[in-house]
């Protein structure tokens, strides 16, 4: 699947960047692929913070922006699962 604008929510931020929320049932390893986030590459800043939820297997994963250069790429990092086991 690609990109689905009705997933991504600004959560908040101020100044120093932003907190994202992107609510899927695409793996997270799809997501946070190279190029995921272009659609919204004039939104997501380089060291914004994403929580990328897994509606499938109610999973969270926490990532962050590395690069955005406003045109052809948006990196994210590999994440860290959060979860209670």
Same mark, same amino acid.
């Given at each position: 699947?690609?990109?689905?604008?009705? /997933?991504? !929510?600004?959560?908040? /931020? !101020?100044?120093? /960047?932003?907190?994202? %929320?992107?609510?899927? $049932?695409?793996?997270?390893?799809?997501? %946070?692929?190279?190029?995921?986030? %272009?659609?919204?590459?004039?939104?997501?800043?380089?060291?914004?913070?994403?929580?990328?939820?897994?509606?499938?297997?109610?999973?969270?994963?926490? !990532?962050?922006?590395?690069?955005?250069?406003?045109?052809?790429?948006? $990196?994210?990092?590999?994440? $860290?699962?959060?979860?209670?086991?």
């Amino acid at each position: 699947m690609a990109f689905a604008r009705s /997933g991504l !929510s600004r959560v908040g /931020g !101020s100044g120093g /960047g932003s907190l994202w %929320l992107y609510a899927t $049932t695409e793996a997270v390893g799809t997501v %946070l692929g190279a190029n995921f986030f %272009l659609p919204a590459k004039d939104e997501i800043n380089v060291g914004d913070v994403m929580l990328v939820v897994d509606t499938n297997a109610v999973d969270t994963t926490v !990532s962050f922006c590395k690069a955005n250069n406003g045109s052809t790429t948006v $990196t994210m990092a590999s994440g $860290t699962a959060v979860g209670d086991s």
